[in-house]
């Protein structure tokens, strides 16, 4: 196991977003904080995010990668067929449930995830109750415990099959009252400073449901889901005007994709590793900012 090093940037929360594939992008942040050794003492993630947090929290640069880019290469990853036979255009089960054990695509190392001092938060959703909650290292005391909870941070309802958690279905903590933007986990773990890793451009704003009456429908077993689809596009605009406000009272450094060019379903291999080097680029050029930002110039 290698030597789990202290934190070193303890005033100020790492917050990744989601967004399905577009993080192979943004994957190349954690890397590049990695390869700075900037360690932060919180981390928090929803969606993909979560996934990024996690690697993040094992300082695995090349898993990092990986999740994103060579995971699509693997049969069992998904496809149409899959989704047809009930598990999700992502395999869930397979994607997170699965490849982390010693013997498979992205084996993770365990007594690593727990020995680091880091706090972890994953956003997840309840698609009975519509509760949101932010699940730390106390829930998940082992592997599969935390695989479950980042599968379900990671659900895209409609896409990918309900997550059952201690009797309780979960799915995509997008689903919350942050929009998908772990901004409210930071704040009510007393951070004040923010660096947020974004897999949208600057001026995005995330448009209303077009067909509302069609999530009812489509949700008819989890109305919940259905709610909170439509309340979204507020919820995520109103986490990215506050974001705006942090930045200009110099309280949030916020790392927008310049270059994002696949979709949150991208499955081609060299799409994928183009947008990877893409913020690979980016983020080696921004590491100037990120020290000055952080105090550690």
Known sequence: MPEVMESN??????IFEGGGMRAAYTCAVVQELLAQELYFDFVAGISAGSSNSLNYVLRDAPRAEQSFVDIVLEPEFGSWRTWVRGKGLFNSEFIYERTGAPDQPLPMDWDFFKANPITLNVGGFNARTGEHVYWTKDDMPDMLALAKRIRASST???LMPIVQIEGEPWCDGALGPSGGIALDAAKAA????FFVVL???AGYRKAPARLPRAYDLVFRRYPQIARALLQRAENYNRTLDELAELEAQGRAYVFRPTHMKIDNQERQIARL???HDLGAAQAKAEVPQWRGFLGRS
């Open 156 to 158: 895209m309802p409609g």
């Open 9 to 14: 940037i303890t005033d100020t929360a790492l």
């Open 190 to 193: 007393g951070y004040e400073k």
């Open 273 to 275: 590793r183009e947008a």
């Open 199 to 201: 897999t949208r451009g």
